[in-house]
């Protein structure tokens, strides 16, 4: 089975591309579209659209079958005429080694259908974020990375490394942010239920978070000692959401947002 991931301009770009490497037509294939293309969009491949095209499997099994079928009834016919005493001894063994050789592509193509069905039900999503990660890395000339997938429950920990992680990871984790949207898209394609994709870089998110704890209290303490509200600098709603979190329970001060999109920021101010 032929398979291929293709980027380009537009969807149609990259298919286009994709049958001409396959040497297939658009009935010969199934066509996954894994990112549709927008310009200027995150700064990297997300610009383009990504497409994968793979041979579709029923007509391979049918082309198979139909091989299988041709060569008894030529067989039949070799046997029940009077034929046999011209046909020579080689010919008869080509025929009957192609219907072997047929019957054992279609056995295998069974078995391997049989497989598949017993698989984990995220193992093909898995597969696919793994390919568009390994897709993305590549345009971000990353040739070093290693990816490591854990599952627990209706979670799916997906954990990154390389040489070049800061590409990865962006401005205040922003790229990472940005990278876990687009793979939990990629998976939600293909699971068959519903699964959270938690996407991390070298420890990444562990280190943001204390991070934040220390920046949330000190803060805290230094609006509470002046009697003047802080406002920090804009940053994602999941890292607003850890501040709020922290200092929940503190009764010197309250917590709040203003601004919208990616200028939201947060405000500490203090309760008199």
């Known amino acids: 089975m032929k398979q291929i991931t293709q980027m380009g301009a537009t969807v149609e770009e990259a298919i286009s591309i994709a049958l001409k490497e396959l040497d297939l037509t658009r009935e010969q294939v199934e066509i996954e579209i894994l990112q549709e293309g927008k310009k200027g969009f995150l700064g990297f491949g997300s610009r383009k659209a990504n497409v994968r ?62 497989i598949d069905e017993k698989r984990n039900d995220n193992t093909v999503a898995i597969e696919h974020a793994v390919t568009y990660l390994t897709d993305i890395a590549k345009q971000l000339d990353i040739n070093d990375l290693t990816i490591d997938v854990e599952e627990k429950g209706k979670i799916i920990n997906i954990s990154l490394e390389s040489k070049k992680a800061a590409l990865l990871i962006g401005k205040r984790g922003q790229t990472l942010n940005s990278l876990q949207e687009l793979t939990q898209l990629v998976v939600h394609q293909y699971a068959k239920r519903f699964v959270l994709v938690k996407l991390d870089v070298e420890n990444y998110r562990k280190r943001r978070q204390e991070s934040l704890e220390q920046l949330a209290n000190r803060m805290a303490d230094k609006a509470v000692y002046t009697g003047k509200k802080i406002e920090l600098e804009p940053m994602p709603s999941n890292e607003r959401k850890i501040i709020h979190h922290i200092l929940a329970n503190r009764i010197d001060i309250e917590t709040y947002s203003v601004g919208s999109d990616t200028k939201r920021y947060l405000v500490i101010e203090p309760i008199r």
């Open 53 to 114: 095209v793979t041979e579709k499997q029923l007509e391979k099994s049918d082309q198979e079958q139909q091989s299988v079928q041709q060569a008894m009834e030529k067989l039949n016919e070799i046997e029940s005429s009077e034929a046999v005493a011209i046909i020579s001894k080689s010919e008869v063994e080509n025929i009957q080694e192609l219907t072997t050789e047929n019957l054992q592509s279609t056995l295998e193509v069974e078995e391997n259908e049989l």
